[in-house]
Nanobody
């Protein structure tokens, strides 16, 4: 049973930093596209950033230059380092993983990030 285990998130002041982590458990391989989407009330879930097993990154213009996505393939873990946070980054952040072998995708339970003074 594949599960995504998220950690990180919380409350931070504008200009601050947070780091999100997400591990894929229950998988026998590391061929995953992994990343993060975010959602605010009343809006559709939107891409923050994803990274393939080979390291190809896709990120939204809203986070480029401020957020850095990385991964540890040996641990099946993806990280999102969020710097220079803004109030508009406030959202529930969902970990995402898609198998590059089966194309099946999975979602984490979500973690709240609040940027406020």
């Amino acid at each position: 049973q594949v599960q995504l285990v998220e950690s990180g998130g919380g409350l931070v002041q504008p200009g601050g930093s947070l780091r999100l982590s997400c591990a894929v458990s229950g998988s026998i391989h590391s061929r995953w596209i992994m990343g993060w989407y975010r959602q605010t009330p009343g809006k559709q879930r939107e891409l923050a950033a994803t990274i393939t097993h080979a390291g190809t990154i896709n990120s939204s213009d809203a986070v480029k230059g401020r957020f850095t996505i990385s991964r540890d393939n040996a641990k099946n873990t993806v990280y999102l380092q969020m710097n220079m946070l803004k109030p508009e980054d406030t959202a529930v952040y969902y970990c995402y993983a898609k198998s590059e072998i089966t194309s099946r995708d999975y979602w984490g339970q979500g973690t709240q990030v609040t940027v406020s003074s």
